[in-house]
Nanobody
Framework: QVQLVESGGGSVQAGGSLVLSCVASGPTPGRMRMGWFRQAPGKEREGVAS????????EYSDSVEGRFTISQDTAKNTVYLQMNSLKSEDTAMYYC????????????????????WGQGTQVTVSS
């Protein structure tokens, strides 16, 4: 099981930027994908960005494409989410997720494609 700890959330005005960090620890057999998800009150959990660690390929939701960037620092076992041009509709709890297995071969925005989840970090964007 991979342990994930998110940080970097906070409050920002619309148009501003934030960077979220997710540090992974624990055994990681096989290949790994990591993703960022968000959930606003009363809404389903939504995948916003994912990275397939071995080749750094990425996937983004339409709602954040061009504004958010997922990146990795393998030496620090850390994945980042750079969020620019934030909008009020980006307000949510943001979760980091990971799956490490020999069957993993691509990035994914589907929650069911992940086994391990962090506790979340709140992002609030005021207009």
């Amino acid at each position: 099981q991979v342990q994930l700890v998110e940080s970097g959330g906070g409050s920002v005005q619309a148009g501003g930027s934030l960077v979220l960090s997710c540090v992974a620890s624990g055994p990681t057999p096989g290949r790994m994908r990591m993703g960022w998800f968000r959930q606003a009150p009363g809404k389903e959990r939504e995948g916003v960005a994912s990275v397939y660690i071995p080749d750094s390929s990425t996937e983004y939701s339409d709602s954040v494409e061009g504004r958010f960037t997922i990146s990795q620092d393998t030496a620090k076992n850390t994945v980042y989410l750079q969020m620019n041009s934030l909008k009020s509709e980006d307000t949510a709890m943001y979760y980091c997720a990971a799956k490490s297995a020999f069957s993993v071969s691509f990035a994914s925005l589907r929650p069911d494609d992940y086994d391990d989840w962090g506790q979340g970090t709140q992002v609030t964007v005021s207009s």
